[in-house]
């Protein structure tokens, strides 16, 4: 079973250089997520969708951008790359259940590591 | 909006010795609550998790915890420590507001063991 698929798992980007982290789930998911995890900071939310056409704003959304084609598909992009964005990124994926339309349990992917220089 | 605070970025124990993980979550309605588990380089793996019903939760690896409405807490417990547990845990709260549906993280407790 593949579950969370993320792309790539190390990425280094100049300061400036714009990206795409891609994240794909097989489980049928409602909600996608991503998040950052700093030292000391946990996990952040950064956006998040609750089905496909559907996106909304986490914590720290500022400098970048998500969409939502497809229920598998939830990339994360960076538009212009800054220092501050180094850090590891997880995608997430939940079913939500249905009438309370609320996020059960997260699959996690394996992150992806980025540096920016 | 819903927040988790972990009380202790750092716990430390002996083998054997009684771990005791502590989260407290605010939420202005009844959440699910949860307890995942970071092994360095690792993606996050779910130990247990609370939606509704019995309020003492058990999950894998001997771990459990128990939602307290009246405290606001989900604190995670295992009697007995084992090397094996050294990792990173973090508590997460996830609810249903006008905005829509999110899942909340805290900022983690390092759990150190040692013989």
């Given amino acids: ?117 | 909006a819903q927040s988790v605070t972990q009380l202790g970025s750092h716990v430390s124990v002996s083998e054997g010795a009684l771990v005791l993980l502590r989260c407290n979550y605010s939420s202005s309605v009844p959440p699910y609550l949860f307890w995942y588990v970071q092994y360095p380089n690792q993606g996050l793996q779910l130990l247990l998790k609370y939606t509704t019903g019995a309020t003492l939760v058990k999950g894998i690896n001997g771990f459990e915890a128990e939602f307290k409405k009246s405290e606001t807490s989900f604190h995670l417990t295992k009697p007995s420590a084992h090397m094996s547990d050294a990792a990173e845990y973090f508590c997460a709260v996830s609810e249903t507001n006008q905005a829509g549906t999110a899942l909340i993280f805290g900022k983690g407790t390092t759990l150190s063991v040692s013989s």
């Avoid at chain 1, 993320?6 to 300061?15: D, G, M």
């Avoid at chain 1, 991503?34 to 089905?51: E, T």
């Avoid at chain 1, 559907?54 to 400098?63: F, L």
């Fill in chain 1, 1 to 117: 079973n593949a579950g969370v698929t993320q792309t790539p798992k190390f990425q280094v980007l100049k300061t400036g250089q714009s990206m795409t982290l891609q994240c794909a789930q097989d489980m049928n998911h409602e909600y996608m997520s991503w998040y950052r995890q700093d030292p000391g900071m946990g996990l952040r939310l950064i956006h998040y969708s609750v089905g496909a056409g559907i996106t909304d704003q986490g914590e720290v959304p500022n400098g970048y951008n998500v969409s939502r084609s497809t229920t598998e598909d939830f990339p994360l992009r960076l538009l212009s790359a800054a220092p501050s964005q180094t850090s590891v990124y997880f995608c997430a994926s939940s079913r939500t259940v249905a009438l309370q339309g609320i996020a059960t349990e997260a699959f996690f992917g394996q992150g992806t590591r980025l540096t920016v220089v």
